[in-house]
């Protein structure tokens, strides 16, 4: 059977500059030899690529003989990368056909620790890593009692077949009330309920896209939302953000601009909270995109999964408020305002598309856990008071990263957004997917840059989530610090004044 093979070109351009010792010198000619022996570098490089999801799973890696040549390595160093991801469950071969991409068990086993990076599990480290690859909090101490309700609501369900691809009534009339309250007039008829915001963001793209068709993006992106674009056989098109202008990170001209220019029917962005650089669109903004997608007949998904982690300022009427027509459509998530690991999401959309959502859906699924929208009905009800104290949590914890920043690397710059849960960080340097690799070394797991984009863009910037303990987040960034000192020890390249991505 044939597979999809990434080119030795595009996984040399992938990889960037991956050739780096652990005193920090980029191995060239001449240079001394590094103390790293670089088929494990290649090898650290190649497992980030699949965890950033820029070697999807499946695909076939290009030829040892192909990328000696593109990498101007020895056939060699090659040969023994692949045999260590092989090792490590990152590759699969198959007699006559190609090393075909994979993920290994996220546990050993014994079932006691997570898969960890090539370059930890080599060494004799024992010290579990911080992990910053991912922006979510641990559940508040309401869901036992949340999941304690929806088992006493559970029994008038059990006398039906349980499947209901649209959602059980209480919440959806929970989820309408929740935007009528801020000031989107909603009834449970336009909500669907569905198994998390990116399940709904795939059903959306399933029905309002065809492949080849583009999409935009706001750029840096939620990385599951580029490779769900991309699945349909979609092209994301970037439109980059500006940070720096908080009033105006968002280039609505350049949206404008390129929906006209590529012709695109869908754009997807993140106003509230941006993942991953916490900024939030304002109120004129959102009612100039609104009319930009009427002008170019361009239906937005706007993604609300970070609405509630509003920790500076007040947060604008969504985006759809200011819409006329279907020209908006929201999805959103309880995921990230309770828990990771409740795996409930909505779309709110007009009554046409939700029924073409739901003809979507019966060929993927027939509907989301009773038991966890039930739960869910219950957190809503108590979602003002979670919100508080999970805010004045996360608003300590930034402080802490803040602080232990400028303290530790005072020459990354910081633009901190008004919510979410992290920082978008600028580096010195265009080293983000080779410090990524190196700082499983010192305790601490990163997504490298790359991931939030398109193309191999942003290696000079970091996602470094706070949500972690105060204390945790002070040792990640001593861990991070040694490794950038490891790796750069005498970059001296000065910050781009350009503000925008």
């Known amino acids: 059977m044939a597979h999809r093979v990434i080119s030795a070109a595009t996984l040399t351009r992938d990889l960037g500059r ?17 103390s790293r022996p670089a088929y494990l570098a290649l090898a650290e490089s190649i497992r980030l690529l699949i965890h950033d999801g820029r070697a999807p799973l499946g695909v076939a890696l290009p030829s040892e003989r192909d990328l000696t040549a593109a990498l101007e390595v020895s056939r060699t160093t090659v040969t023994s990368a692949y045999t260590l991801l092989r090792e490590h469950g990152y590759l699969i071969s198959r007699q006559g056909s190609r090393s075909t991409v994979a993920l290994p068990p996220t546990v050993t086993h014994d079932g006691s620790k997570p898969a960890r990076s090539i370059l930890v599990s080599m060494d004799a480290a024992e010290q579990p890593a911080i992990d910053l690859t991912y922006a979510a909090m641990s559940a508040p101490p309401e869901m036992g009692d949340a999941y304690a309700a929806a088992l006493q609501g559970l029994p008038i369900f ?38 998390g915001a990116q399940h709904g963001l795939r059903l959306l793209l399933n029905v309002l896209t065809a492949p080849a068709e583009r999409v935009l993006i706001d750029h840096p992106s939620y990385p599951n939302a580029i490779e769900a674009i991309r699945d349909v056989g979609a092209r994301p098109v970037p439109v980059p953000l500006c940070p720096e202008y908080p009033d105006a990170a968002w280039d609505l001209d350049g949206i404008r601009s390129a929906a006209r220019q590529t012709a695109a029917s869908t754009a997807y962005l993140v106003p509230d909270f941006h993942n991953p650089t916490g900024m939030l669109m304002n109120a004129e903004g959102r009612a100039e995109l609104a009319a930009i997608a009427r002008e170019t007949r361009m239906t937005v998904i706007i993604d609300e999964s970070m609405v509630d982690q509003q920790l500076d300022g007040a947060t604008p009427p969504p985006v759809a408020a200011f819409a006329r027509g279907s020209e908006i459509v929201t999805i959103g998530s309880a995921s990230k305002s309770f828990w990771g690991g409740l795996r409930v999401g909505w779309v709110r959309a007009g009554q046409a598309l939700i029924t073409k959502l739901l003809g979507t859906r019966s060929t993927v699924d027939l509907g989301t856990p009773v038991m966890d929208q039930l739960a869910t009905v219950h957190l809503l009800e108590r979602a003002d008071v979670i919100r508080a104290r999970r805010c004045e949590q996360l608003r300590g914890r930034r402080a802490a990263l803040l602080a232990a920043l400028a303290e530790e690397l005072p020459d990354w710059r910081v633009v901190p957004g008004s919510g979410g849960m992290s920082l978008w960080v600028q580096l010195p340097a265009p080293v983000s997917t080779a410090l990524a690799a190196t700082a499983p070394n010192h305790g601490v797991l990163l997504a490298a840059g790359p991931r939030f984009g398109v193309q191999g863009a942003f290696e000079r910037f970091v996602r470094l989530p706070f949500t972690q303990e105060e204390s945790d987040l002070r040792v990640a960034v001593k861990g991070i610090a040694a490794a950038f000192a490891a790796l750069t020890p005498h970059t001296t390249e000065p910050l781009a004044p350009a503000p925008c991505y």
């Open 18 to 34: 991956w050739r780096y010792d652990e005193g920090g010198s980029a191995r060239t000619a001449g240079a001394r030899r590094p």
């Open 158 to 195: 059990l006398g039906t077949h349980g499947m209901d691809p649209v959602g059980v009534p209480a919440l959806r009339e929970a989820i309408a009330r929740r935007y009528t309250e801020r000031g989107l007039p909603t009834g449970p008829d336009q909500i669907l309920v569905t198994l």
